[in-house]
């Protein structure tokens, strides 16, 4: 697809200029690769922050999307169709929760988990429970309920004043966060690894003082998985896998590898609160995004989840490999599954830079951090090419 448009140009002249974007325009991709508009070919460890699971141009996904498209893509929350209860049945299974609420971003999810708390509440009679304890670092999303659960001062200032009631924690402060939650606690919510504030696992101790206070209090628990569940860490949630109970868990990214799809699972006890017409959505669970989620499902489970433990203990071995002999340039590698974090001395942006001149998508996020989220289709050929990268360019950005 060559075409004679000024991207750059127009876009500067007509797009609200809300992104900082890198200077390249990728046009096409094939598996683990993308395609520039001057026919370079770049290897994606990024996946479009951790959306593109199947890696690029999936034949399965192309094909399911494409049968959809021409068979019935939309036709709002008014009436029924075929997909959405099969997807909810699906989640349900791999979450172990009980029912699913379907919207079209993380954003969304958080926001109706917010929602599904306070209803929750409201209708035990319990007006006052109404506040939310979140944690420093974390990042939940944009709209004014999910930014207001995000720590980061340089997303909320502009937009004062945010939904009121919230507090922070310290994930590595147990005690202070028991002393945050008491019986006016709506909910507290957590993501069991920070993707944005710079992959930061959650620690053991928090995770126990989360589920000791839920239980003195009966506070909701908010699990965000919207960047570390539906597979990217080996395991469709990474909540159970650290101990974590949520009572609503928040997903998308992955979860339509590609197609905009967001999804709140949740327990029978909050979702025995929540009646016709509390919340709603248009787009919210259509055919098209279901037919994603589910293909998607099906390669997850195909063997996917197998494949992602045995490529992530290698990128983890290589990616340690790379620290010890930085000369003190990396100082933490964290992370789990296909979420890993390169914690630096310094600012990354130079790294980010040196990699995608070299051929290599990865980002930077928390300014000192390299994050890598490769789709899930990675194997260890592609781990050996990208961590040469990278090293080469945390020697040449030093
Ligand atoms: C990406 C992300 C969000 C926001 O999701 P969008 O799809 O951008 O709306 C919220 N929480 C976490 C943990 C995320 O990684």
Known sequence: MTTAVDVKGVESRYVLQTYRRQPVVFERG???????????????????????????????LARALADQAATLAHTSNLYFHPLQGQLAERLTKIT?????????????????C???????????????????????????????????????????APFQPLVPGVSFASADDPAGLDRLIDESTAAVIIE??????????????????????????????IADEIQSGSGRTGTFLRSGSIGLEPDLVALGKALGAGMPVGAVVL?????????????????????????????????????????????????FERLRAIAARSNGAVIDVRGAGLIAGLDLKADATPIMTAALERGLVINRTSSTVIRLLPPYIVQPTHVDEAAAILEASITAAL
């Open 30 to 60: 094939e598996g683990m690769y993308l395609f520039d508009d001057r026919g370079r070919r770049y290897l994606d460890f990024l996946s479009g922050i951790g959306v593109a699971a199947l890696g690029h141009a999936h034949p399965a």
């Open 96 to 112: 172990g929760m009980d029912r699913a609420f379907f919207c079209n971003s993380g954003t969304e999810a958080m926001e109706a």
């Open 114 to 156: 917010l929602k599904f708390a306070r209803r929750y509440w409201f209708t035990h009679g319990a007006t006052h429970r109404t506040k939310f304890v979140a944690f420093t670092h974390s990042f939940h999303g944009r709209t004014m309920g999910a930014l207001s659960v995000t720590a980061e001062e340089h997303y909320r």
């Open 192 to 221: 069991p690894i920070q993707g944005e504030g710079g992959v930061r696992p959650a620690p053991a101790a928090i995770v126990d003082a989360i589920m000791a206070a839920c239980k003195r209090t009966g506070t909701l628990l």
């Open 267 to 315: 327990k029978d006890k909050v979702a025995k609160a929540i009646e016709a017409g509390d919340h709603g959505t248009t787009y919210g669970g259509n055919l098209l995004a279901c037919r994603a989620a589910l293909t998607f499902l099906d390669e997850l489970e195909g063997g996917l989840l197998d494949s992602i433990n045995a490529v992530s203990a290698y990128l």
